[in-house]
């Protein structure tokens, strides 16, 4: 029997609990290991569920038993999380975790500790939700070079993106409904500014391009910015709009970088649609694999981490590591990046030989919607744009068009 235990009770916590409960049997019988909860570490009590009784609330009492070998953490935050994974990995335990923040911020640094304990350190669940991801990049794809990684990263967005769009609702009701269903993070500041996207393809892109992609110097947006008359637009040019996480390798070169698009009918992230999350990956063998699935939610989201605490499970006393490099990869400035832009205008389209004095050769787009109109520019790089747009007065706003 292989005791394991499980650091937070909330969505994802409970969520592991009930896979392995529920598949243990299956789990047994599939992959030979015998799982069991022998704690549960909670702040909270829960008198009225049967877990109650592994409950614990001091994390000695697991640090210190020699008979649990696994620790999963979905706490999430930085701290406690980080002292008490550390711990656990000094003291020979395996850990797995859905906690991207502090795989981010630490992982290279937990990989190294797991190596020199045989344990394990898995993170499945800390990209993509259920989608399997992080495994496909360390054992399927090894003998690929990865050159390019676009993703639609987070659920709680592509739910608010989506729900606005095919519904017409309004962002802050949807974000109170995504939050109800176990999407968002504590704070949802990460999710709608684009902190979670952005800490995920730094995981992704250090696994695929082997170095450590600090998520610091990932450049970032979020989707608070987008409007319904952003939503009009993408509706009249047959678009939709996704907030995209991208990452692409030239040689030594890498660049990252998360950002809301439009993207058109043809492009299959353009179906990707609700709380479902799904990855691009190119690699230079390989060519377009997409991984598609739920990207955050209970169930989901626990069957991965399930699967990690299965994979350590059977690894026990060796011990199996995602890793990169410690050596950090230095990330080539988004700004020469090309693309067309989307803009929106102040004004009447009548405009438009003067917008073309400046910008070159442009689309413009009527929507219908007063005093303002739209117009898509040919693909030119960020800096280009930036400093195109510098030079008109009345500019709403700006969307990237993804190019497919
Ligand atoms: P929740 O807030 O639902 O659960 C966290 C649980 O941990 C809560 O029960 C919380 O108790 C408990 N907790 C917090 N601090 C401590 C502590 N110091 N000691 C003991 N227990 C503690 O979060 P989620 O389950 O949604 O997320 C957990 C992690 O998984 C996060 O890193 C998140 O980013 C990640 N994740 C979440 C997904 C999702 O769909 N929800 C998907 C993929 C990853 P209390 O509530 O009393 O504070
Ligand atoms: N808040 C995250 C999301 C959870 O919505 O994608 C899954 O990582």
């Given at each position: ?11 994802v ?60 953490e979905v706490?999430g ?20 975790t859905s906690n991207k ?22 993170f499945?669940a800390s ?174 989201t626990?069957?991965a981490v ?99």
């Amino acid at each position: 029997m292989v005791n394991v235990a499980v650091l937070g009770y909330g969505t994802v916590g409970s969520g592991v609990v009930k896979v392995i409960d529920t598949n243990h049997d299956s789990i047994l019988e599939k992959a030979g290991v015998d799982l069991n909860i022998k704690y549960v570490l909670d702040l909270r009590d829960f008198p009225d569920d049967p877990i109650q009784e592994k409950i614990v609330h001091d994390y000695e009492v697991i640090v210190n038993d020699p008979e649990v070998s696994i620790v999963v953490e979905v706490m999430g935050g930085v701290e406690p999380a980080y002292t008490f994974t550390k711990r656990a990995l000094m003291a020979g335990k395996s850990v797995c975790t859905s906690n991207k923040e502090l795989v981010a911020r630490c992982g290279t640094e937990l990989q190294q500790l797991a190596k020199e304990n045989h344990a394990s350190y898995l993170f499945e669940a800390s990209c993509g939700g259920g989608i399997p991801i992080i495994r496909p990049l360390r054992t399927s794809l090894t003998a690929d070079v990865i050159d390019e990684i676009t993703g639609i990263l987070n659920g709680t967005t592509n739910y608010i993106l989506t729900k606005m769009i095919e519904e017409g609702l309004e962002f802050d009701d949807v974000l109170k409904d995504a939050q109800q269903k176990g999407y968002a993070e504590r704070n949802p500041e990460a999710d709608v500014e684009g902190h979670d996207a952005c800490r995920k393809i730094a995981i992704l892109s250090s696994l695929a391009y082997g170095k450590r992609v600090d998520f610091t110097d990932v450049y970032t947006e979020g989707i608070t910015k987008i409007t319904s008359s952003d939503i009009v637009y993408a509706k009249k040019m047959n678009k939709t709009i996704k907030l995209l996480a991208y990452s692409s390798r030239q040689g030594d070169q890498v660049m990252a970088m998360v950002a809301p698009y439009l993207v058109s009918k043809e492009d299959p992230l353009y179906a990707v649609n609700g709380v479902f999350n799904a990855i691009f990956v190119h690699g230079n063998m390989l060519g377009d694999a997409m991984f598609y699935g739920q990207g955050a939610g209970k169930e989901a989201t626990a069957s991965a981490v399930a699967g990690d605490v299965v994979e350590e499970a059977q690894m026990l006393g060796t011990g199996v590591v995602s890793s990169w490099k410690p050596e950090k990869q230095v990330l080539t400035d988004v700004s020469s990046t090309e693309k067309p832009f989307f803009v929106r205008m102040k004004g009447d389209a009548l405009e438009k030989e003067n917008l073309e004095k400046v910008f070159g050769p442009i689309k413009v787009i009527g929507a219908g919607l007063e005093g303002e109109f739209g117009f898509v520019t040919e693909k030119m790089s960020e800096a280009s744009y930036q400093e195109r747009a510098a030079k008109v007065d009345g500019i709403i706003g700006m969307i990237r068009v993804r190019e497919k």
